[in-house]
């Protein structure tokens, strides 16, 4: 990806614009002993009206969060206390220790504090950057939103490194969801699976890593994102916006860069009419493309692979010998409907395990491999030598042949793929037992005596009527002379 270059003069004016913005204090401020609720009001509104804080409607309660207002719906764009349960009710209070607390509705239950402000507030405001500050009696800003990202950056919001974002679980949901955006020491913004910090389990990177630059993730207010390093001249731009199409005096944008409960991360726009009229909400950029949702690592849990459906839509299907982890929720991954390594066993000596090799083609996986042959097998090589291995549960084969570890991940459709993956599925059948195959040669030894007796006694009764039919013989000579 080829950078842009961008005057460094503009770079130090958004720079020095996005701090001056936050210390600031000619917007309405919210003194000391103010409060909202949920019974109503529920926010402070930015002086523009675009911005909220406060409560807003989540689940069957309410969570606490900064949202832009699209009448007759909401982004939201910041939550605090994302992974505690939505509450039913209780107020915000700026309190008179200058502390920003909510206070819930029955007395026997405890507040919680929502900043960690280091010294006491004397005053807050939500701005119309849809940052909400706190401000201590020199109008210094000690706390905000924009110090603390959850899933979103607004424009004059950086993601310095070793910072974060974290996906929600749901657009209804914004609980810490399945996905981070993070900002490396190494300098390279990478986007992995929430847990995995393995660079195979990264889907998505700038390839900044090599140039020993500390980077930090910026978005301007004219909508363009871009990496810049403090300390030197350079910028990398990620997506430039069209000027000519953002700047009109009729309408007004507003822009934000959310990384979505599916992992991918967009940048969005949202247009205002100043002759009224509902908002223009537009997808201006996002990684990975929306044509490769698959690409996604970890859309579907471990043992399942991923594929999108005609409809656009992503679907999960469990290896074969595999079922869902959870009916319900099928993104969750597939464990092993049997187990048995070499022989298995089971409750009932009636009943064998028997495993079977089943062939699974056009998809493709993490290479998790354990043994590699040391020879370059065949594709029918490579099946028979898992199969002949108590270990082995998968082979993948690729050129070249593999044992894989379960649980094996991150797999997708691939038509035309030439990986093929060998599964090693197990069967219940019946089986003869000792006591079975014992009665079974008793049974064979009796009837062979049996037609031995039977066949001996025929043989004696024709050796004892041999005689007289020799004799019959003669006489019936006899007679014809």
Known sequence: MSPY??????????IKASHSMGAQINETTIPQGSEINTAGPQSWVSPSGRFAFGFYPEGEGFSIGVWLVTDPSRF????????????????????????????????????????????????AAILDTGNFVLYDAKNQVIWSTFGTPTDTLLPGQNLPPGNQLFSSVSNTNHATGKYRLS???????????????????????????????????????????????????????????????????????YYHLTLDADG????????????GGAPKTKVEWLVPPSNDRCSVKGVCGPNSFCQVTSSGETSCSCL????????????????????????????????????????????????????????????????????????????MFDSYCSKQMLPIRYGKRVPGSNTTLFVK???????????????????????????????????????????????????????MI
């Not at 997506?239 to 309408?251: G, H, I, M, R, V």
């Not at 092993?336 to 298995?344: S, V």
């Not at 004696?460 to 000579?477: G, I, N, Y």
């Open 5 to 14: 270059i961008i005057p460094l003069c503009l770079i130090l004016f958004i």
């Open 76 to 123: 939201i764009l910041w939550t605090a206390f994302r992974n505690d349960p939505p509450v039913s009710g209780g107020s915000i209070l700026l309190t008179a220790g200058g502390s920003l607390q909510w206070i819930p509705p029955n007395q026997g239950f405890q507040g919680k504090v929502i900043s960690a402000a280091p010294t006491s507030a004397t005053s």
């Open 183 to 253: 900002n490396q020491p190494d300098g390279n913004l990478v986007m992995y699976p929430i847990g995995a910090i393995d660079p195979d389990s990264a889907y998505w990177n700038t390839g900044t890593y090599a140039q020993n630059f500390l980077l930090t993730l910026t978005l301007d207010p004219n909508g363009t994102l871009w990496l810049f390093d403090r300390n030197s001249p350079y910028r990398m731009v990620l997506f430039l916006t069209n000027q000519s199409l953002s700047a009109s005096p009729d309408s007004e944008s």
């Open 264 to 275: 991918i991360l967009r940048l969005y726009s949202h247009v205002f009419f100043k002759q």
């Open 320 to 395: 074969p010998g595999f079922e869902f982890l959870s009916a319900n929720q099928s993104t969750q991954g597939c464990w092993r409907a049997q187990t048995g390594g070499c022989t298995g066993n089971s409750p009932n000596g009636d009943i064998g395990l028997v495993a079977t090799m089943v062939t699974v083609k056009n998809t493709s996986w993490s290479d998790r491999s354990y043994n590699v042959p040391p020879q370059s097998p065949t594709i029918e090589e490579c099946k028979a030598i898992c199969m002949s291995d108590c270990a082995c549960e998968i082979a």
């Open 425 to 479: 599925v197990y069967s219940y059948e019946p089986k003869r037992t000792a006591s079975a195959t014992s009665i079974a040669m008793l049974t064979s030894g009796a009837a062979l005596g049996m037609l031995s007796l039977v066949l001996l006694s025929v043989s004696v009764m024709l050796c004892k009527r041999r005689p007289f039919l020799r004799a019959l013989e003669s006489d019936h000579t006899l007679s």
